[in-house]
């Protein structure tokens, strides 16, 4: 008899890899066709027409990304600040 194993959504990498990807065409279309609009009413040269649709593609990727490391588990890479290390006052330097 064969018995009926689920295997738990925190280890299905298939339904993760299958979600992301669908996430991902979508995002990239979606806003590289809202690039490709918002190029059309805004610019006339072809240049920055391409350009708009790159921009939006670029902002589908980041954000499909982003989800995607959220969905697998990882934070996305943090863009905090580094630490300001103390810093020797002059005073402290003649002493």
């Known amino acids: 008899m ?5 295997i738990p959504s925190d280890y ?5 890899w299958e979600a992301c ?3 991902s065409l979508r995002r990239i279309v979606y806003s590289s066709l809202a690039g490709a609009f ?3 009413l ?3 040269s072809p240049v920055t027409r391409w350009a708009s649709v ?4 670029g902002i589908g990727f980041g954000s499909a990304y982003s989800d995607c490391s959220h969905l697998f588990g990882r ?13 020797i006052s002059s005073d402290d330097r003649h002493e």
């Open 2 to 6: 064969a018995d009926n194993k689920e």
């Open 12 to 16: 299905d990498l298939d339904a993760k």
């Open 21 to 23: 990807l669908d996430l």
């Open 38 to 40: 918002g190029g059309l």
């Open 42 to 44: 805004l610019f006339r």
């Open 54 to 57: 790159a921009f939006g593609a």
């Open 75 to 87: 934070p996305a890479a943090s863009l905090t600040p580094p630490k300001a290390r103390e810093t």
